[in-house]
Antibody
Framework: EVQLVLSGAEVKKPGDSLKISCKGS????????IAWVRQKPGKGLEWMGI????????RYSPSFQGQVTISVDKSISTAYLQWSSLKASDTAMYYC????????????????WGQGTLVTVSS | QSMLTQPPSVSGAPGQRVTISCTGS?????????VHWYQQLPGTAPKLLIY???NRPSGVPDRFSGSKSGTSASLAIMGLQAEDEADYYC????????????FGGGTKLTVL
């Protein structure tokens, strides 16, 4: 069974930096992309970006390009989502999920999800 | 504004059938890309419910079904149960400049 385990909740101030993690359990971690998804309080899901642990190929949603950095350390089966300067508007639940699909990226859906990391940014 | 439009809420009594629509455009559903559905119970992560328009992952009851036609898709839930009360999201691929994978805004299902 695939498991994605996210790091714990964070409370930060505007301007702080932050890096949250998503650790995969499967031995084939490097074979599948990992995606990050944001959910603001009471709102819907937003795809942020994906990374391939095998070669670190990374793609960002235009809405998040330049706002966050996605990285991976395949030696420990862990993907990361990083901010250099948080804003109050970054307050949200963040999920990592595994995209998969028979048609490649145009047919991707997210079959496994981590439990979520709540990031709260407040002065 | 989501690229996939869902009704904010639907409701139904136990045992009834409800449907949730997901309306897209020529750059996503209308372009032929598959639609997938997720169920998010309160306080939990989303769970894959339907993939590739009408396929259920192992463990999802056959009370849940999906369909797609033109620029829209639908999720149907038959024999509504109290535990179905959740938020439901559709998702597809979009080939415009706005992004790759897009979600609907979500629909809150209330079991009366």
């Amino acid at each position: 069974e695939v498991q994605l385990v996210l790091s714990g909740a964070e409370v930060k101030k505007p301007g702080d930096s932050l890096k949250i993690s998503c650790k995969g359990s499967e031995h084939s971690f490097t074979s599948h992309w990992i995606a990050w998804v944001r959910q603001k309080p009471g709102k819907g899901l937003e795809w942020m970006g994906i990374i391939h642990p095998g070669d670190s190929d990374t793609r960002y949603s235009p809405s998040f390009q330049g706002q966050v950095t996605i990285s991976v350390d395949k030696s420990i089966s862990t993907a990361y989502l990083q901010w250099s300067s948080l804003k109050a508007s970054d307050t949200a639940m963040y999920y990592c999920a595994r995209p998969i699909g028979r048609l490649g990226e145009v047919g991707y859906y997210f079959d496994y999800w981590g439990q979520g990391t709540l990031v709260t940014v407040s002065s | 504004q989501s690229m996939l439009t869902q009704p904010p809420s639907v409701s139904g009594a136990p045992g009834q059938r409800v449907t949730i629509s997901c309306t897209g455009s020529s750059s996503n559903i209308g372009a032929g890309y598959d639609v997938h559905w997720y169920q998010q119970l309160p306080g939990t992560a989303p769970k894959l419910l339907i993939y590739d328009n009408n396929n259920r992952p192992s463990g999802v009851p056959d009370r849940f079904s999906g369909s797609k036609s033109g620029t829209s898709a639908s999720l149907a839930i038959m024999g509504l149960q109290a535990e179905d009360e959740a938020d439901y999201y559709c998702q597809s691929y979009d080939n415009s400049l706005s992004g790759h994978w897009v979600f609907g805004g979500g629909t809150k299902l209330t079991v009366l």
